[in-house]
């Protein structure tokens, strides 16, 4: 990557800079002290701003998503979703990190594509980027980002893109609280459990359902995820779903990787996806 002129306009910008520069370049060709320079920051600088975002160093965080990272994510897969499905959880409640309780949309509302559903969209800080979520009176149902290549009204028209004809309104304030709650890893409390309206189809539900399902610090594939929905001829599908997830970060489809182990595409940005990555290995020790 050339970077004798990067400038970076923000703190996230610079994160986000710095993470596809750790993932384009190879481990012995990183030279950090000269991309800081090329930020504007010192080396302490930029390690400092990225350990605050992501809760490791630079060093650290590259290790934490490389493909051998990836790998050893993987190589528990099986105990993962399986010992989920064999302690019997709900397919509809269900206790994980975000402490995360949801409800599906009748089908016949979804075919209505939102149609009679008023909903609440705002946006609001978080370690990614600006955050915009939308909301129901049945709970969060959209969270997207935005940065330097998407502003806060496009990151809104693509999720509402997804239920055209709802009645929408902005309101930044009530959004607030709801977006504190889902970043803020100290307030992720058992007791006041973060519910989310999943709209989709029945197969997008069942494998939105099941991504509700991977610990936060750990990773499964396609692959897999179509083995436990009992579809394992279709891991394409279960991609294309995948890639569908309205719910950003709180339905973890980060979390999903090749079956190489390589980080594969996101809706939101590979960097992002990387970021979140990072963020979570911080937070758990990983």
């Known amino acids: 990557?050339?970077?004798?002129?990067?400038?970076?306009?923000?703190?996230?910008?610079?994160?986000?800079?710095a993470i596809a520069y750790l993932s384009e370049t190879q481990p012995d060709e990183i030279d950090l002290p000269r991309f800081a320079h090329a930020l504007g920051l010192t080396e302490r600088q930029l390690t400092d701003l990225f350990r605050r975002w992501c809760g490791l160093s630079p060093k650290s965080f590259a290790q934490c998503v490389a493909l051998?990272?990836?790998?050893k994510l993987l190589a528990a897969d099986a105990s993962v979703l399986d010992t989920t499905y064999e302690v019997?959880?709900?397919?509809?409640?269900?206790?994980?990190?975000?402490?995360?309780?949801?409800?599906?949309?009748?089908?016949?509302?979804?075919?209505?594509?939102?149609g009679g559903l008023d909903m609440t969209w705002g946006a609001a800080p978080s370690p990614?980027?600006?955050?915009?979520?939308?909301?129901?009176?049945?709970?969060?149902?959209?969270i997207g980002f935005a940065d330097s290549g998407m502003t806060?009204?496009?990151?809104?028209?693509?999720?509402?893109?997804r239920w055209p004809n709802a009645t929408y309104r902005r309101d930044d304030a009530a959004i607030a609280p709801i977006a504190a709650r889902v970043f803020d890893?100290?307030?992720?409390?058992?007791?006041?459990?973060?519910?989310?309206?999943?709209?989709?189809?029945?197969?997008?539900?069942?494998?939105?359902?099941?991504?509700?399902?991977?610990?936060?610090?750990?990773?499964?594939?396609?692959?897999?995820?179509?083995?436990?929905?009992?579809?394992?001829?279709?891991?394409?599908?279960?991609?294309?779903?995948?890639?569908?997830?309205?719910?950003?970060?709180?339905?973890?489809?980060?979390?999903?990787v090749g079956s190489s182990g390589a980080l594969t595409g996101y809706h939101w940005g590979l960097p992002r996806k990387?970021?979140?990555?990072?963020?979570?290995?911080?937070?758990?020790?990983?």
């Open 185 to 256: 890893p100290s307030r992720w409390n058992p007791d006041q459990p973060i519910r989310v309206y999943l709209i989709g189809t029945d197969f997008e539900v069942q494998v939105w359902e099941t991504l509700l399902k991977i610990p936060v610090g750990r990773a499964t594939t396609y692959q897999s995820v179509a083995r436990h929905i009992g579809r394992p001829s279709a891991p394409r599908a279960v991609g294309a779903a995948v890639g569908k997830n309205p719910i950003s970060f709180v339905v973890p489809c980060h979390r999903v």
């Open 68 to 71: 051998d990272h990836a790998k």
């Open 1 to 17: 990557m050339k970077h004798d002129t990067l400038i970076a306009n923000s703190d996230y910008e610079a994160v986000r800079a």
């Open 152 to 161: 806060v009204d496009q990151a809104f028209a693509d999720l509402a893109d």
């Open 88 to 114: 019997g959880l709900s397919s509809t409640s269900r206790l994980h990190d975000l402490f995360v309780t949801h409800v599906a949309m009748p089908p016949g509302a979804y075919r209505a594509r939102g």
């Open 128 to 142: 990614f980027g600006t955050a915009v979520l939308t909301t129901t009176e049945y709970g969060l149902s959209g």
């Open 274 to 286: 990387r970021a979140i990555l990072g963020w979570e290995s911080g937070i758990t020790g990983g």
